[in-house]
């Protein structure tokens, strides 16, 4: 338990999860290791690292994983189960990853490396972003080819040789798959009205 995230008003089930997965400073702030590198929390500040390394919290043993969310930090993965946890109470085959600020090509090999058949969600941010991100990554995950172009009058994916057209509003991974035809079998989450889960949680506590 950490006086931070009990605060916010995490549910105690979900600290217990996560306490093995950070730890404080010397100012009590919450450090989320990377390897080498780390995340940083604290009450007025949030800082994600853009790193090789992924932050990994869950059942060490990758046989006994049926479910990986991954997202872009460790405190939406925090947040994410303090909203869901009802849906993701056996947590015992449940893992989380976070790439920091940008997924790199070795966070992506790993993934195709170790975690083939298992359940993959994504919970990447609500905005444009986000949800350029899902699909990109989604794309990679696979081993698939796409390619993503602003252009003036929206979005336009390149995919198995065809061109796929869409405005920033309507892009989604699912949009996507009903455009193209192609399953990528990769859930996203999504916080309703909010941009992230993480914000819905400050949101909460702010109020």
Request: glycine letters at 6%; proline letters at 4%; one cysteine or more.
């Amino acid at each position: 338990m950490h006086p931070y995230l009990t605060k916010l008003g995490v549910r105690p089930e979900v600290q217990e999860f996560f306490g093995n997965y950070y730890k404080p400073d010397s100012f009590g702030d919450l450090v989320f290791p990377y390897g080498t590198d780390m995340e940083h929390f604290g009450l007025a500040f949030h800082k994600v690292p853009d790193t090789n390394e992924l932050w990994v919290a869950g059942n060490p043993n990758i046989c006994q994983v049926r479910q990986v969310i991954i997202g872009s930090s460790a405190m939406e993965a925090v947040a994410f189960l303090h909203f869901n946890y009802m849906a993701f109470r056996q947590t015992d085959n449940l893992l989380f990853l976070s790439t920091g600020t940008k997924p790199r090509p070795g966070h992506l090999q790993w993934i195709r490396d170790n975690l083939q058949g298992k359940i993959i969600s994504f919970v990447f941010s609500n905005d444009l972003l986000g949800r350029v991100c899902d699909l990109k990554i989604a794309a990679a995950i696979r081993a698939l080819p796409l390619s993503v172009a602003y252009q003036n009058d929206g979005i336009s994916v390149r995919f198995k040789l065809k061109t796929y057209h869409f405005t920033e509003e309507e892009i989604s991974l699912n949009a996507f798959e009903k455009k193209c035809g192609y399953r990528f079998l990769i859930k996203t989450y999504k916080a309703k009205k909010h941009n992230s889960y993480l914000t819905w949680l400050k949101e909460k506590f702010n109020h």
